[in-house]
């Protein structure tokens, strides 16, 4: 999936293109041959880092679907009334 998410889903294109520029660059990789780099193997660069993060933030990779954290909110809800103390999952 996340193979799919960094390389080649179409609705992230423009911040994948971002991302691999800025791998290239931090590694000297030629324009076209970074996109091969594991996904495993990006996290491990350290001058890719912020580059990584970027993309992170600019796309929904990576974040819970509102139902999902909806029901955590509801779990935390529950175990509060069942005497839970705080609600701390």
Do not use: Y
């Not at 911040?15 to 996290?43: D, M, N, P, Y």
């Not at 580059?51 to 990576?62: E, P, R």
């Amino acid at each position: 999936m996340r193979e799919h998410l960094f390389h080649h889903c179409s609705r992230w294109r423009e911040h994948q293109k971002t991302l691999w520029k800025a791998e290239g660059k931090a590694t000297g990789c030629k324009a076209g041959r970074c996109r091969h780099v594991q996904i495993s193997e990006l996290f491990s660069i350290e001058e890719c880092d912020q580059a990584v993060m970027d993309f992170l933030v600019a796309t929904d990779v990576g974040k819970f679907p509102a139902q999902m954290n909806d029901g955590m909110e509801e779990a935390k809800r529950r175990a509060q009334v069942r005497g839970g103390g705080d609600g701390e999952l």
